[in-house]
Every structure is written in C-alpha cells, then in structure tokens.
C-alpha cells in the first residue's frame, strides 16, 4: 500500500513540475511576441528620453563629421558620373565612363583580367599632364599582337588625354579620345572623362584628396 502512495506522491511532483515549466515557457513567449511587436512595428523603447526627432539629429551630426573637410571626388560607376565635392556640396559634376566588366582571358589559359572599375575609398596619389600609357600585357593579347619585351615598344602617347590622376594599382583617372563614348561602361577599368572636365579637377584635386567610388 506505501508503494502505491509512493508513486502517485512521484506523478504529482511530475505534474506539477511539467505545469510550471510550462507556465514559465509561456510567460517567456509573451515578452518575446510583445519585444518583435514592438521591433517590427519600429517603436522605440518606452524606456528611452531620446527623442526621434534628436536621434536623427545625432545621425546627421556624425555623418557630417565623417565627411573630408576639403575638396573630395565622388564616381558613380553605375550612372557614369563624378561629382567634384566639398562641404556636401556639389562644385562640378561630370559624365565619364567606367569599367565594362569584361573578363579577357590568356590564350594559354594561365591568366584572366576583369575590367572592372575598382570600388571603395581611394586616394590621388599622382597628378600626371600630357601622360604616357605604358601598356599592359592585356592590351596586346586583346588586339592579337605579340607581347614586346622592350619597355619602349610598350609606351603609347596621346591616348590618354592631357590629364591624369592616378589613384593605385594601375588606375587613373584620365581624358580620352573616344568622348562619344563616355556615359557608357567601356573602360578596362580607369575612369574616362572630357578633358575640359577633367582639367577642372585636376586643377583643384590635390596629392591625397579622397576618392569614394561606387
């Protein structure tokens, strides 16, 4: 007869250990639901004193501060335009052509290139009048010409324009020839522009002036 009591006194604690780790599981819900209710339907914390209004004003204070305080260059590679900038205004915008997202490969099969206009933060590193191309082994290869081996046989005058500003690892902004061109994504990856545009700002960019490319 004790065995019996013994395992009905056992179900009970069973029971009622199930019933409250159930309640407390509930409960847990609850708070969740009412937290992705207020997450969803972006209501601000009932808790916080920060109004909208100073919270935006707080984000449009550190995103003005995180703009150069000098004469910066802005290239939409998408829309084909470049945006000469300072202070968040716009001082000269201007139509160019950027990378064709072409990919060449090596007749060997050993090498590839991708056109593409680089993106992200860069920097004038030179400013360059009446440049040279020194051209690439690429060049060659996509004109089915063999590769000289002579620096001399590789240097090309007057295809670049009457300016240029080199921003690493080959890439310049410079003039071109082919102005009928330009709005269009036709480059190897430099950034073409008219070379009345570009002696504006090349005039005005400096060694160091910031360039955001996207």
């Known amino acids: 007869m004790k065995f019996w009591k013994v395992l009905l006194g056992l179900a009970v604690l069973i029971y009622l250990g199930a019933l409250g780790i159930f309640s407390v599981a509930w409960v847990h819900h609850l708070r ?11 209501q601000l914390d ?3 004193k920060v109004k909208p209004e100073a919270q935006n004003a707080a984000l449009k204070k550190k995103i003005k ?11 939409d590679s998408a829309e084909n335009r470049l945006y000469l900038r300072k202070d968040g205004q716009t ?8 990378g064709s997202g072409v990919v060449l490969v090596d007749p060997t099969g050993k090498r590839s290139w991708v056109f ?39 240097i090309e005058a007057g295809v670049l324009g009457d300016y240029a500003l080199g921003f690493g690892q080959g890439y310049f902004i410079h003039g071109t ?32 002036t910031r360039i955001y490319i996207y």
């Open 32 to 42: 969740l639901s009412s937290e992705w209710k207020t997450v969803w339907s972006f």
């Open 65 to 75: 501060e995180l703009q150069p305080k000098d004469v910066y260059i802005v290239i």
């Open 116 to 154: 593409d206009t680089p993106k992200g933060e860069f920097f004038v590193k030179s400013k360059i009048k009446n440049p040279y191309w020194v051209k690439p082994d690429w060049a060659f290869i996509e004109e089915n010409e063999p590769i000289p081996r002579r620096l001399e046989d590789r």
């Open 46 to 48: 009932p808790k916080t």
């Open 91 to 98: 001082l000269k915008e201007a139509v160019v052509s950027t």
């Open 177 to 208: 020839l082919y102005t009928r061109l330009l709005g269009r994504n036709v480059t190897h990856g430099c950034v073409r522009m008219a070379d009345k545009d570009l002696e504006e700002v090349f005039k005005v960019a400096k060694i160091g």
